[in-house]
């Protein structure tokens, strides 16, 4: 993604372009063998790097949040619980999204779309955010205080898994409103969650 998706800042801080790049190099030049989780990854380090396609394997990306609840089924972990400590609107639709505070995870399209639910005064929906601050969570806040939009989304800082997993069981949807893909895993999470 950081040659498809170069204008993010995450893809270019500290030379991070440069050093991705040395490194796709020299890998495609050197492994026997190169796994990839899909095969738009495959055909990505074919037009980028020149890697012949016998050497590109896929294997997809296996999440481990469904192998923690199924585990977690035999200690009887109680996730309404969990999820009823949010303190979450119990009378608005909850839309999940699980993701690092980047910019490529466009945390502001789904601002814009809260924006246009609060212009056609739609309170049916509450968006929550989850993820650590990987360099955009402030430019995210003051959107949503600038807008006063704390009716539409709720913030939360980086969750246990038990905690993502209440919501993910809880909630109405999850989106994916992410430049970077396919292969992003609260996609799969949520399929394994009926979302």
């Known amino acids: 993604d950081h040659k498809k998706n170069s204008q993010f800042p995450e893809h270019n801080l500290n030379n991070t372009y440069e050093i991705k790049e040395k490194l796709f190099r020299e890998i495609t030049t050197r492994a026997f063998k190169i796994i990839v989780p899909h095969k738009s990854n495959k055909q990505d380090l074919m037009n980028f790097y020149k890697t012949p396609e016998d050497k590109i394997g896929i294997q997809n990306f296996i999440p481990m949040l469904p192998t923690i609840y199924n585990e977690n089924k035999h200690n009887l972990i109680k996730y309404k619980e969990i ?32 924006n246009i639910l609060k212009s056609e005064k739609n309170q049916k929906y509450l968006f929550v955010f989850c993820g650590g601050n990987k360099g955009n969570y402030n430019y995210i806040k003051e959107l949503i205080l600038k807008n006063e939009l704390d009716d539409y989304i709720k913030i939360f800082n980086f969750l246990s898994d038990d905690e993502v997993i209440s919501l993910y069981k809880n909630c109405n949807a999850v989106v994916m409103p992410t430049f970077c893909g396919p292969t992003n895993l609260p996609i799969y999470e949520s399929f394994f969650f009926k979302k």
Do not use: G, R
């Open 83 to 114: 999820y009823l400590k949010f303190k979450l609107s119990a009378v608005k639709k909850i839309i999940f999204y699980p993701a690092q505070f980047w910019a490529h995870k466009n945390h502001k399209y789904i601002i814009d779309v809260a």
